[in-house]
Every structure is written in structure tokens, then in C-alpha cells.
């Protein structure tokens, strides 16, 4: 046996390949627009081998050089692994325009490689964001040879969230912009810079244009030349037309990778959609895309949600708060097992596990780790659904005094609770502390954040929490009597009211933690947040703006969560109408998108009482009770 055993690894090891680069093919578009692009091929004694390999590619905005790690590890388990800049960045040729070509040209390429000696006519598509994008873009394009599919954390849908967010603008791609694809501050600036300017000797202004962000993210609006970005043309004008498009049109629907809009040509082929929690794409990679695609395609839809910030699935801690061990995920043998199957055959049983596993985040002591995080825990658990059946939607009402309740004897007396008005100045927004973001910079800190200014964030002029401030409005629990999960959509009815032709209100749930000997003044964990800008109340499709004094009642989804708010805890909903630089700021002017002259102050009001009913409805998930057999039923 021992003998077999080692013969068995000895063949094992001697069937792994070396790996064969071929750098900077450049292949030809249908425009004759060439893009760089990279091959690793299985090799051996430094030569290709003969024969046909299954394909796994990837096109991306951030430097096909970064992929060589992917290379090394998929092409000696027999892979090819082919790596390519997207059009107008690094080796490729053509103008930049985010994700607006890359139907046509994923679609060039998958033939591209379908023609070539080494490919077997199998292709699966892996990469994170921009990258997830891309393979989005395959799909819609219904490009050939693609067979499956991997779209991490996938910028999609980003006219609903992502770049525009119901009405307001996520800062985090200006920054985007700015630093050239988030060359800024990387081995890569320089290259960056040089590519998108229009003259080589005007990169230099553009990488240090990029360690300045925070100076030009407070000088909005953004216009034409009035930037040193008027030397990279290509990103000035769609960042300006971005910024300045609202409605959700054409311009939006038709970007190269909105799922929901383009359902109909979306190529049916098996996905493992991954998203995280604190994730940026959050919202459109489980709401959206996962959902209309599991209905609307026979085939295999699968969703992993972890505790994660943007494209950290490989990590255990999202920002301050710390998870168990087992929060981390293996990416590359997370794909491997994915691809083996739908690439190669190998029954390895990926197709017969639950269609959802998500991390119930929650149940920790709070205890502060030896990296000053706090452990907030929690555990993996496989679903058969998304949204998951059992959720029992709770309204907890907004009331006077700062109570937050689902209590309806508490909602029957609320017919005396006045409306709060605040004064929101645009001059002095709230901070952003934490949140999904990415593609952040200097600008913002990722993930879970106690919700207190600190001497070292850039917009914070002093160190009280955020709820101290008199344009927050604070509504929670009393402390919890027993443990309640939240896991679902998490979306608000506020009911309110401004003087001004247009403003903004912002949610944020917070998970608010007793003290303890770590933390003597508690942590106060934002949970969720989102934002609704007034002319859109109605959705994103046209601007309306208000009457003022007239009450609304305003929409506002969050991100999605999946948490334990412990014994003890509190739960608890700000309300607001800034979150900077998360999002623009509203000038409350009515002033075209994007081109105001005027900043004025907003008397912004919440409504609580019965007829204006605000309101957050939490998916509440009904406790496991076991009984008296030792069976587990549920109660609600």
C-alpha cells in the first residue's frame, strides 16, 4: 500500500506541466483594433506541449502582468491561460471607454482562441470586478467556446448601483479616474498614466493628479479642461458624461455588462457568482444578476456570499471586524474545482452542492484581536434559495425620541410623534466611515468601521461618533432580549420632506455592541448604508425634482447582510443626507447634474406618525429551536 501510494503522487507530480509565456500577441478586433495579450501554455523540457488544452481567460483594465500568479497555478494542472488588457489600457490598442466594447471584443477573442492548435474549444472565464465585468460582457455578446464562468464581486447593473447609486454618484469611481484604473500609488502609475494620455509628455501630470484626489474630489462639479485630466481625453469625457447622466437610458442599459437589461441574448452557461458582504457589487451580483439568472437560465446558477470587502475573499476581517479562521476562502482551488468540472468532466460533486452558501456574520464575544479588530464571528451555511423562503419581512417603525421598534402597540400611539426637521449643509457633510466601497485610495476606509470620527481620517475635525452630530438622526432597540438574524434584502420607507428642489437621504443600519473590557465605550459597526437622491425618488429612470414641503415617501435599498445582532446589542437605523465621499454631494439647488454654481442648505424633515409611516423591514429568519426528540424545528 505504501508503495502504491507513493507511485500514485510520483505520477500525480510527473503529469504537472511547466509553463510556456508567449507575451503581447496581439490580436485583431473586427475594427483591426489589436489587443495584448498573453498565452501560458503547458510545457515541458521549455517546450509547448502538443495537443489541446481547455482555455481559462481573462481580460482586464489592471495590467495582464498581474495574472502571472493565476498562470503558475492553473497551466501545470493543464490548463491554458490566456490574459488580456482590455481596449486603451497597457499593450492594447483603440480608445478606453469602460466595459462599452468589450462584448464585441470578448467575443473576437473567444473565436480568436476557438482557431487556435492549443485550444480544445473549452473556455471558462475567471476575474474580480472590472474583470467580472468582462465576462458579463462574453455573456450578453453570446461569445463562442465559453462554457463557464466565474464573475467575482462583477461590476454590473452600474447604473442602478455601482457607478450611480438610485440617483447619487459613488465617488469611488471618480477616484477610479483620477488614479488611472487605480494605477496611483502602484508599480504601475506610470504605465497607466502614459497610456491614457494623449501625449506622452503629459503622464507626469496625471500620476501626481492622482496622489491629489481629495483636493479635486472637494472641488466638485467636474468640468471640461478644467482638470489636468483633460490630458487623458478619453477618461475626461466618459467621466463627465457619467457624472452628468442620471436617467436610466440607453447610456446605462447598453454599458457592455447590465445583466438585468439584457437577459433575453444572455448566454446560458453555468456561473459561481461571489460576492461579499461589505462588497461594492453586492447589491447587483446577488439581487440582480444571480436571481434573473437562476430563473431565467437552465443552466447551473451558483452564489457564495462571505464577510468580505471588495475582492478579499481570500481574507477572514472585512475593515474592524474580525471573522472565524474558516471566513477565508482558497481562491485558486475554489476555481479549480469549479472548472474541473465544467472544463475537463470530473465528477468532483461541485454540481450537487446546495445552489447557496452564504456567512451568517454575528455570535462573536467582541473581544479586540491582537490586530485591534473587534470578533464579531460567525459561521458558513449552505441555502437552497436567494432570497431564502423562511425570511419573515419585519417592519421596525420609526418613532420619537429616537426609538426604533416593530411593536405595533408602540406604532398605535405614534400619532403624536411630530415630524424631526435637521439642517443639512452641503459644506459640512458626514463622513464616510467604512461601507462598501472599493476602488477607494485615500479616500475611504473598506468594510466594517466603528462609527466614531478619528484623528486620522482626512474629513474628521474631531472624535465624536457620528451620531453625535445634529444632522444624524438616531433611531434604535432598546438592548436586544434574545438573538435576531437579519439575512436578505434590507430596504427602507422613509417618509420625508425637504425645502429645497432637490436633496439627498441616506440609510445606514448599525449594529450598536454593549461595552466590555476592550471596548468601555462600545463599538457602534455599521452594518449596511445606502442613498436615495430626491429627483429620482420615483427610481432611476427620470429626474423629477420635488415640491417643496410636500412629504414623499422614499425608497431606500441597501446592500444586502446576512447577521446576528446578539443579546444585549442594539439595533439601530441613522438617518441622514450626505455620506462623503462615498457619494457626491447634493447642493439642494436643483441645478443640472453635475453643473451646479450654487450650494445652499436644505431643511430636510422625517416623518414617524402613523399615516407617514418610515420605516426599515428587516429579513428576520426565524430561530432554530430544537425539541424535546432533539429534532430542529423552526419558531418565529
Not at 475567471?126 to 460582457?137: D, E, L
Not at 464573475?151 to 442602478?160: E, H, I, K, L, T
Request: hydrophobic fraction near 35%.
Amino acid at each position: 500500500m505504501p508503495l502504491a501510494g507513493g507511485l500514485q503522487l510520483r505520477a500525480q507530480a510527473d503529469s504537472r506541466y511547466d509553463v510556456a509565456t508567449t507575451k503581447n500577441v496581439m490580436v485583431p478586433m473586427r475594427d483591426s483594433v489589436r489587443l495584448g495579450t498573453d498565452v501560458y501554455r503547458p510545457s515541458r523540457n521549455g517546450q509547448p506541449v502538443a495537443g489541446k488544452f481547455p482555455i481559462l481567460l481573462e481580460r482586464t483594465p489592471y495590467n495582464k502582468d498581474r495574472g502571472v500568479a493565476a498562470a503558475e497555478y492553473f497551466v501545470p494542472r493543464g490548463y491554458v491561460v490566456v490574459l488580456q488588457d482590455v481596449r486603451g489600457r497597457y499593450q492594447s490598442e483603440g480608445h478606453w471607454v469602460p466595459i462599452r466594447d468589450d462584448p464585441n471584443d470578448g467575443f473576437d477573442t473567444a473565436k480568436w482562441i476557438g482557431a487556435q492548435p492549443w485550444s480544445d474549444g473549452n473556455i471558462g472565464t475567471m476575474g474580480t470586478s472590472y474583470g467580472g465585468a468582462t465576462q458579463h460582457a462574453l455573456a450578453i455578446a453570446n461569445a463562442p467556446y465559453v462554457k463557464t464562468m466565474v464573475p467575482r464581486n462583477a461590476m454590473s447593473d452600474f447604473g442602478r448601483y455601482g457607478v450611480r447609486h438610485n440617483g447619487a454618484f459613488e465617488l469611488r469611481f471618480f477616484n477610479w479616474v483620477f488614479t488611472m484604473g487605480n494605477g496611483t500609488g502602484t508599480e504601475y502609475a506610470e504605465a497607466a498614466a502614459a497610456r491614457a494620455a494623449a501625449d506622452p509628455a503629459e503622464a507626469a501630470a496625471l500620476v501626481e493628479m492622482g496622489n491629489r484626489v481629495r483636493e479635486y474630489v472637494r472641488g466638485l462639479p467636474l468640468r471640461p479642461g478644467t482638470t489636468p485630466l483633460k490630458f487623458a481625453p478619453d477618461y475626461e469625457a466618459w467621466l463627465i458624461e457619467a457624472m452628468s447622466h442620471g436617467d436610466y437610458d440607453d447610456f446605462w442599459k447598453n454599458s457592455g455588462s447590465s445583466v438585468v437589461d439584457h437577459l433575453a441574448e444572455y448566454k446560458d452557461i453555468p456561473e459561481y457568482h461571489t460576492t461579499g458582504w461589505y462588497d461594492s457589487w453586492g447589491t447587483p451580483v446577488a439581487n440582480l444578476n444571480y436571481v434573473e439568472l437562476h430563473r431565467t437560465k437552465k443552466s447551473l446558477q451558483r452564489l457564495i456570499i462571505g464577510p468580505w470587502i471588495h475582492s478579499n475573499e481570500n481574507h477572514n476581517y472585512a475593515g474592524e471586524a474580525q471573522f472565524t479562521d474558516d471566513a477565508a476562502l482558497d481562491l485558486m482551488a475554489f476555481h479549480l474545482r469549479w472548472f474541473d468540472h465544467w472544463l475537463k468532466a470530473i465528477d468532483n460533486g461541485v454540481d450537487r452542492e446546495p445552489p447557496v452558501r452564504i456567512y451568517v456574520m454575528g455570535g462573536g464575544d467582541a473581544h479586540k484581536t491582537s490586530e485591534g479588530r473587534i470578533f464579531v464571528g460567525g459561521h458558513w451555511r449552505d441555502e437552497q434559495e436567494w432570497p431564502l423562503k423562511r425570511t419573515v419581512p419585519t417592519p421596525y417603525y420609526l418613532h420619537a425620541k429616537g426609538v426604533l421598534s416593530s411593536d405595533q402597540a408602540i406604532r398605535d400611539r405614534a400619532k403624536a410623534d411630530r415630524p424631526v426637521t435637521y439642517l443639512f449643509d452641503p459644506r459640512n457633510p458626514v463622513p464616510t466611515l467604512g461601507g462598501n466601497v472599493s476602488s477607494q485610495g485615500t479616500l475611504m476606509f473598506q468594510g466594517a468601521a466603528d462609527q466614531r470620527c478619528r484623528a486620522d481620517f482626512w474629513l474628521c475635525s474631531d472624535t465624536k461618533p457620528l451620531s453625535a452630530r445634529n444632522d444624524v438622526l438616531v433611531f434604535q432597540t432598546p438592548p436586544l432580549a434574545g438573538d435576531i438574524e437579519v439575512t436578505g434584502r434590507l430596504v427602507v420607507k422613509l417618509w420625508a420632506a425637504s425645502n429645497a428642489l432637490d436633496t439627498d437621504f441616506t440609510a445606514k443600519l448599525v449594529d450598536v455592541y454593549p461595552p466590555n473590557h476592550d471596548f468601555p465605550a462600545g463599538v457602534d459597526l455599521n452594518v449596511a448604508d445606502s442613498i436615495v437622491r430626491g429627483r429620482y425618488r420615483g427610481g432611476p429612470g427620470k429626474a423629477e425634482l420635488l415640491k417643496p414641503g410636500q412629504p414623499y415617501e422614499f425608497t431606500i435599498e441597501m446592500y444586502p447582510t446576512s447577521l446576528v445582532f446578539k443579546r444585549g446589542h442594539r439595533i439601530r437605523l441613522d438617518v441622514s443626507s450626505s455620506n462623503f465621499p462615498r457619494f457626491d454631494i447634493n447642493p439642494n439647488t436643483g441645478e443640472p447634474l453635475n453643473d451646479n454654481r450654487r450650494v445652499q442648505a436644505a431643511e430636510n424633515t422625517i416623518y414617524l406618525d402613523p399615516e407617514h409611516p418610515s420605516r426599515i423591514i428587516l429579513p428576520v429568519i426565524p430561530a432554530v429551536a430544537r425539541t424535546s426528540s432533539g429534532d430542529q424545528s423552526r419558531n418565529q
